[in-house]
């Protein structure tokens, strides 16, 4: 990449980032760290579909050969420059390559390559599982990428087989898919493990696990009638831990949780911080992922990092990260899940080789190889 000029976006790579920006935070870290002479500029705010101001304050990257591009504070005023043709592309043409992580793309072509990260195709295959707002923003970035952007990247082959039955007049050799890895492993990141302050762990007993933000397509909802079932049936009195900030559409949540003969062992931590969550892996009888979809799935992965038992989704891109090394179920088949959680509580030896082949699994994903691709990729791209 000698001599490269790169426009990154980073606006999802805030405190509180979620998947997408786990996954942009991460590769620009690895792109960093292994930069030569090529020079980055960092997009704290790009387009006006997602703005964090916080993040446009930050300096996360303070290094020669790092830039950071329009401190825009106000969402009106990243909307104001960035719907600016004469302003903004006047902008990305100082650079060879522009890569867009947020979903957003410009409105008009721009003078260098343009590169856009696809992470899943849910909005346009479930609009029902997200707002209107959200549904409109994405599905705008996406078309407006099948025209103007020259690379894609994908974070699953889920993804951009998703992708391109959607948009069938983009080649498949233009969409590259580079999966994420957990954080866990990441050079440079090893939070000390803390344990959360609330008081089911203070004595040490186990409890079932689910991680991720609580809206209707991670299939928590789903989750509670596995564990009443479960308990129904005469299971042991585990507690189920959901960690993970509430989302949208789920305002009847707590209200569920409340009629459950069970609410006293539901436990809501909200979100917690990376020393939480590596605690909270690494001391769970069992991760529960009933996910209906997911570009990824990162929870996952970060849970067989750690050893975790999983028992997963089977659908979209979740097979892709699990392999053999877990239980892959349908999301909606409560009888299998059920039987399967039964399975794992009783036999620990079941459990004992699922750690094994969770974290053997996981070290087939990782950030150096997928840095590595993105590099390849540019070089390829600025042609």
Same mark, same amino acid.
């Given at each position: 990449?000698?001599g490269?000029?790169?426009?990154?976006?980073?606006?999802?790579?805030?405190?509180?980032?979620?998947?997408?920006g786990f996954?942009?935070?991460?590769?620009i870290?690895g792109l960093?760290?292994?930069?030569?002479?090529?020079?980055?500029?960092l997009?704290?705010?790009?387009?006006?579909?997602?703005?964090?101001? &916080?993040?446009a304050?930050?300096?996360?990257?303070?290094?020669r050969?790092?830039?950071?591009?329009?401190?825009?504070?106000?969402?009106k005023?990243?909307?104001? &420059?960035?719907?600016?043709?004469?302003?903004?592309?006047?902008?990305?043409?100082?650079?060879?390559?522009?890569?867009?992580?947020n979903?957003?793309c410009?409105?008009?072509?721009?003078?260098?390559?343009?590169?856009?990260t696809?992470?899943?195709?849910?909005?346009i295959?479930?609009?029902?599982?997200?707002?209107?707002?959200?549904?409109k923003g994405c599905?705008?970035?996406?078309?407006r990428?099948?025209?103007?952007?020259?690379?894609?990247?994908?974070?699953?082959?889920?993804t951009? =087989?998703?992708?391109?039955?959607?948009f069938p007049?983009?080649?498949?050799?233009?969409?590259?898919?580079?999966?994420?890895a957990?954080?866990?492993?990441?050079?440079?990141?090893?939070?000390?493990?803390?344990?959360p302050?609330?008081?089911?762990?203070?004595?040490?007993?186990?409890?079932?696990?689910?991680t991720?933000?609580?809206e209707?397509?991670?299939?928590?909802?789903?989750?509670l009638?596995?564990y009443?079932?479960?308990?129904?049936?005469?299971?042991?009195?585990?507690?189920?831990?959901l960690?993970?900030?509430?989302?949208?559409?789920?305002?009847?949540?707590?209200? =569920?949780?409340?009629?459950s003969p069970w609410?006293?062992?539901i436990?809501?931590?909200g979100?917690v911080?990376?020393?939480? *969550?590596?605690?909270?892996?690494?001391?769970?009888?069992?991760? *529960?992922?009933?996910?209906?979809y997911?570009g990824f799935?990162?929870?996952?992965l970060?849970?067989?990092?750690?050893?975790t038992?999983?028992i997963c989704?089977?659908?979209?891109?979740m097979p892709?990260i699990v392999?053999?090394?877990?239980i *892959?179920?349908?999301?909606?088949?409560?009888?299998?899940w059920?039987?399967a959680?039964e399975? *794992?509580?009783?036999?620990?030896?079941?459990?004992? =080789?699922?750690?094994?082949?969770?974290?053997?699994r996981?070290?087939l994903?990782?950030?150096?190889?997928?840095?590595?691709?993105?590099?390849?990729?540019?070089?390829?791209?600025?042609?």
């Amino acid at each position: 990449m000698s001599g490269l000029k790169i426009a990154f976006d980073v606006s999802q790579t805030g405190r509180r980032k979620a998947g997408c920006g786990f996954y942009a935070a991460a590769l620009i870290d690895g792109l960093l760290e292994s930069a030569s002479d090529e020079t980055f500029t960092l997009l704290t705010s790009f387009g006006d579909f997602y703005h964090d101001p &916080f993040q446009a304050l930050a300096f996360p990257h303070i290094r020669r050969g790092v830039q950071y591009g329009p401190r825009l504070i106000r969402r009106k005023s990243a909307s104001r &420059f960035w719907s600016n043709r004469a302003k903004a592309g006047s902008f990305c043409e100082r650079f060879d390559i522009v890569h867009s992580n947020n979903f957003w793309c410009p409105p008009w072509p721009v003078r260098c390559s343009l590169i856009y990260t696809l992470y899943d195709m849910s909005f346009i295959e479930h609009p029902e599982w997200t707002t209107e707002t959200n549904r409109k923003g994405c599905l705008e970035g996406v078309q407006r990428a099948a025209q103007f952007a020259d690379v894609f990247v994908a974070i699953s082959e889920a993804t951009k =087989q998703a992708f391109l039955k959607h948009f069938p007049a983009i080649s498949p050799d233009r969409v590259h898919v580079i999966y994420p890895a957990s954080r866990f492993g990441q050079p440079g990141f090893q939070p000390e493990p803390k344990k959360p302050k609330h008081r089911i762990f203070k004595a040490g007993e186990p409890f079932f696990l689910s991680t991720g933000t609580i809206e209707p397509r991670k299939n928590q909802s789903f989750l509670l009638d596995l564990y009443l079932r479960f308990r129904a049936r005469g299971g042991p009195p585990i507690p189920l831990v959901l960690a993970g900030k509430k989302g949208w559409l789920m305002e009847s949540f707590d209200q =569920q949780i409340a009629v459950s003969p069970w609410a006293d062992d539901i436990h809501i931590l909200g979100y917690v911080s990376d020393g939480e *969550l590596a605690w909270l892996y690494q001391h769970c009888l069992v991760n *529960l992922y009933p996910s209906h979809y997911e570009g990824f799935g990162l929870p996952v992965l970060e849970g067989m990092h750690f050893g975790t038992p999983v028992i997963c989704s089977s659908s979209t891109s979740m097979p892709e990260i699990v392999g053999e090394a877990g239980i *892959l179920l349908p999301p909606d088949n409560l009888t299998s899940w059920v039987h399967a959680l039964e399975s *794992l509580v009783a036999e620990p030896q079941r459990r004992e =080789q699922l750690s094994s082949s969770a974290a053997t699994r996981a070290t087939l994903f990782g950030w150096k190889r997928s840095v590595a691709q993105i590099r390849r990729l540019y070089e390829v791209a600025s042609g």
